[in-house]
């Protein structure tokens, strides 16, 4: 997926990661996003990173720093109860932004 369309989309993809997995730190969210999407959407480092950081000034996720399943020393993320109410109001917006531009696409030529 091109940076264009993935922009807006990135707090979404991270905020239901975290509810479906419980914490994680970002190289766990960015393998998850890949693998669920068939590789389809890839996230990168210099986007997830401020992307987190943004998240969590916000109040919607909460970092903690934590040993990961390697041995390293890792910020896990959790969704906190903001971070639950947000991703209920994004992905009712993007259903209405899908059923939108599905309409106008499947206008005959």
Do not use: P
């Given at each position: 997926?091109?940076?264009?369309?993935?922009?807006g989309t990135?707090?979404?993809?991270?905020l239901k990661t975290l509810a479906v997995r419980g914490a994680a730190h970002g190289y766990a969210i960015a393998a998850h996003i890949d693998r669920i999407s068939d590789a389809l959407v890839q996230v990168e480092e210099g986007s997830l990173y401020p992307a987190l950081h943004r998240l969590e000034?916000?109040?919607?996720?909460?970092?903690?720093?934590?040993?990961?399943?390697?041995?390293?020393?890792?910020r896990y993320y959790a969704l906190r109860p903001a971070g639950k109410k947000r991703l209920a109001e994004e992905e009712q917006q993007w259903q209405r932004l899908v059923r939108g531009v599905g309409a106008v696409l499947a206008q005959e030529l």
């Open positions: 997926m091109t940076k264009d369309r993935l922009q990135l707090d979404l993809l991270i000034q916000a109040g919607l996720i909460a970092g903690d720093w934590r040993t990961s399943e390697t041995n390293r020393r890792a």
